[in-house]
């Protein structure tokens, strides 16, 4: 290779070429790293979302297991108390209809409050005990 002579007009456009080859190959390669670079990227992302909502979701368990256990506080317990009297007057309620729709079942009104306390008796009962007894602990925890 030595011994060959090349033309002076030659020497230019095979420089030109092998630079072109050159760059077409390397603009190739460049591609294809681009494209493996952005798949591998894409595969990244994905696996970290898919992590983060897993997270988010262990995260909102934990929220809801804790809320479960929580004690109860005075407004819960408040708001309990006021459900139930609602539930209670329903019920009073209810109960002094039953009688007048049955019409005559062979056992009046009368007969039957002589034979047990209702229920609203019973009611009234239990929360004057309930009263009774916060009262005593309310005020024993006063004295200290």
């Not at 190959?25 to 591609?31: D, E, I, S």
């Amino acid at each position: 290779m030595a011994n060959r002579r090349t033309n002076p007009k030659e020497l230019p456009d095979a420089v030109r070429e092998a630079v072109e080859r050159t760059v077409q190959a390397t603009v190739g390669g460049a591609q294809s790293t681009r494209e493996r670079t952005r798949d591998t990227l894409d595969e990244l992302v994905k696996a970290a979302e898919t992590q983060a909502r897993e997270v988010r979701e262990r995260v909102r368990e934990a929220i809801g297991e804790l809320e479960e256990r929580r004690p109860a506080t005075q407004e819960d317990v408040a708001a309990l108390r006021k459900e139930l009297r609602a539930i209670a007057r329903r019920l009073d309620a209810i109960e002094e209809r039953l009688p007048a729709k049955r019409g005559n079942s062979g056992r009046s009104t009368s007969a039957r409050k002589t034979k047990s306390p209702t229920r609203s008796s019973k009611v009234d009962a239990a929360r004057s005990a309930a009263k009774r007894s916060s009262g005593s602990r309310s005020s024993g925890s006063r004295s200290r």
